[in-house]
């Protein structure tokens, strides 16, 4: 007799949402595009949108902390906000509420040939968190042409490209943003329809915060090896180049949850409150 | 890792995060000089009222390690970077 996991109401659920994973990252966009005009901007969210938005309902929390390290002030309400979701959510936060990961999954969409980014890019976001987010704000300031806002394309796209408009419709002088970030939207506009979502996975240092969470956080990709048929199906759903069954929290995930529509369910979303029904099943002969 | 060590982890890890959170909200806060005036007009001002200023580059740190406002009257409307 095998051991087997029965399924659970949680993966009921996920199954269910799955599909709709592209409609439930829209209506999040309700909360970060501010329809009630509140301007929050005394409070972070847990998403990458710029606070420069003109429809950004609170601050970035990667600009904060990076602001923040600049004035050597330690940005407690980030960091907390930061830690307290990431050890519920991890990257589940990445792959269905963040509206940047969203834009480039609606990209990913136009059926271009996509290429497929080596291993070594993931280590990318670390860089970029301990380097453009932390250290040089440290050390040389927030006028520092590598300090992460100067070379944010999110900043680039939601923040710079807004406002050119918005002085253009005004009639008002044009304040153009600098080449650097005029190179780096272009880079990024030309780079989310040939890879699947290269920010996220090379360079985003709010992904790389809550990478870390993946192994303890509440939420987490469970693998029942007794279930897996070892048909590699989860190899060929998952757009990352993650092998799911060998490392279901890897730290490049960013839980889309595709790997769980492998048929036998061996990769399945579990928490750790759920009470797994343990059950035997019959073995082959 | 265990499923208690895990909700060990995960219990610690909330605990942590609400509580830099509250402290961060509710009682954090910071000295910020004007942009005009001396030593003695300084204001202590609260996280969340930092991160508003900080979102809109309205304040900086100078050369003497003391963080300073950069206007003087109404805020700026956006990020400077």
Request: with cysteine.
């Amino acid at each position: 007799m095998v051991p087997m996991v029965k399924k659970t109401r949680l993966n009921d659920l996920t199954s269910k949402l799955l599909g709709g994973r592209i409609w439930i990252q829209a209506s999040f966009l309700l909360v970060w595009l501010d329809p009630l005009g509140l301007r929050w901007h005394s409070m972070c969210s847990p998403v990458f949108h710029c606070y420069a938005c003109p429809l950004a309902t609170f601050a970035c929390p990667i600009g904060i902390i990076a602001q923040f390290s600049a004035l050597h002030v330690l940005p407690l309400i980030a960091i907390g906000l930061l830690v307290a979701v990431g050890a519920v959510f991890g990257t589940l936060i990445c792959g269905w509420v963040c509206p940047f990961g969203f834009l480039q999954d609606l990209a990913a969409k136009v059926p271009t040939p996509k290429f497929d980014l080596p291993k070594f890019t993931g280590y990318g976001r670390y860089v970029m968190l301990v380097g453009a987010v932390l250290a040089v704000p440290y050390f040389f300031g927030e006028q520092h042409p590598l300090f992460v806002c100067r070379i944010c394309p999110a900043g680039a796209l939601e923040a710079a490209v807004p406002n050119v408009v918005g002085q253009a419709i005004a009639a008002q002088q044009v304040v153009w943003p600098n080449a650097i970030k005029l190179t780096i939207l272009g880079l990024f506009l030309t780079a989310i329809f040939f890879m699947r979502r290269p920010w996220c996975r090379m360079l985003c240092p709010l992904g790389a915060i809550f990478s870390l969470f993946n192994r303890v956080s509440a939420f987490f990709l469970r693998f029942d090896a007794s279930e897996c048929t070892q048909c590699e199906r989860c190899h060929q759903l998952c757009e990352y180049g993650i092998e799911p069954e060998k490392t279901p929290n890897d730290l490049r995930c960013i839980r889309c949850l595709e790997c769980t529509k492998c048929n036998p369910q061996a990769l399945t979303l579990a928490s750790i409150f759920e009470r797994s029904k343990v059950t035997t099943a019959p073995t082959q002969e | 890792m265990n499923a208690k060590t895990k909700i060990i982890v995960f219990g610690v890890l909330v605990l942590l995060g609400a509580a830099l959170l509250a402290y961060g909200a509710f009682f954090h806060s910071t000295n910020v000089l004007p942009q005009q005036g001396g030593d003695s007009a300084v204001l202590a001002k609260s996280e969340p009222a930092l991160i508003k200023e900080a979102s809109v580059g309205g304040v900086t740190r100078d050369e003497s390690g003391k963080i300073k406002q950069t206007y003087t009257g109404q805020a700026p409307a956006a990020c400077p970077t």
